[in-house]
């Protein structure tokens, strides 16, 4: 058991651009989170998979944003057109979904600077 | 509606006191209020966790209470070190996510 590993780590990339971020959860949680940290803030839930099924997208998740999990194993986030407001730290999370309401484990994440 | 009020924001405690960090949460449905430590550079880290069925749960030097009538519930951190400091937030869950406090910045001055 490794833990959630996210990449990269950083990215700093111009207004405009799109950028994808990648999530390897725990090996055999078939639960997948995202979610975004601004400065001083709390992690917001942006969206969920069980298994390969997208089941929710929180509105914070404009049209701009696409997750996928083919497979059901790891996760991509893009966001298309960045925005400076995009910049924040984008986690991911894994559970091994035996409850409804099971524990999320937390990648490092990874840091988004749109300039 | 969903929210969790996180107090105090910032938190200043010589090593070896306790500190104690507490939420109000509004969702009545919430059953299961985990607590993450969150250090610089790095995501959270889960520390401890309780259920709604419980009202107390100690582990070493952290225990977490829940008063689920009046919806608070408060980690405590006895004897603390220099590694403690960090920030520290609540969460709750009803069903899939975790509604996030707004964290608490905890400094353990040597």
């Known amino acids: 058991d490794t833990g959630v590993s996210q990449n990269p780590r950083h990215k700093i990339t111009k207004r405009g651009q799109n950028v994808t971020f990648r999530c390897d959860p725990i090996s055999e949680h078939n639960r997948l989170y995202w979610y975004r940290q601004t400065l001083g803030q709390g992690p917001e839930f942006l969206t969920y998979f069980q298994n390969e099924a997208q089941l929710e997208k929180s509105r914070l998740l404009s049209d701009r944003f696409s997750a996928e999990r083919p497979k059901g194993s790891f996760s991509t986030l893009e966001i298309q057109r960045t925005e400076q407001g995009d910049s924040a730290m984008y986690l991911c999370a894994s559970s091994f979904g035996g409850d409804v309401t099971d524990t999320q484990y937390f990648g490092p994440g990874t840091r988004l600077t749109v300039l | 509606g969903e929210n969790v009020e996180q107090h105090p924001s910032t938190l200043s405690v010589q090593e070896g006191d306790s500190a104690v960090i507490k939420c109000t949460y509004s969702?009545?449905?919430?059953?299961?209020f985990p607590w993450y430590k969150q250090e610089l550079g790095k995501g959270p880290q889960l520390i401890i966790d309780i259920r709604s069925n419980v009202g107390e749960k100690k582990d070493q030097r952290i225990a977490v209470t829940l008063n689920k009538t009046a919806k608070h519930f408060s980690l405590h951190i006895t004897e603390t070190q220099p590694e403690d400091s960090a920030v520290y937030f609540c969460?709750?869950?009803?069903?899939?996510?975790?509604?996030f406090g707004t964290g608490t910045r905890l400094k353990v001055l040597a």
């Open positions: 969460a709750y869950s009803g069903t899939y996510k975790y509604i």
């Open positions: 969702d009545s449905a919430s059953n299961y």
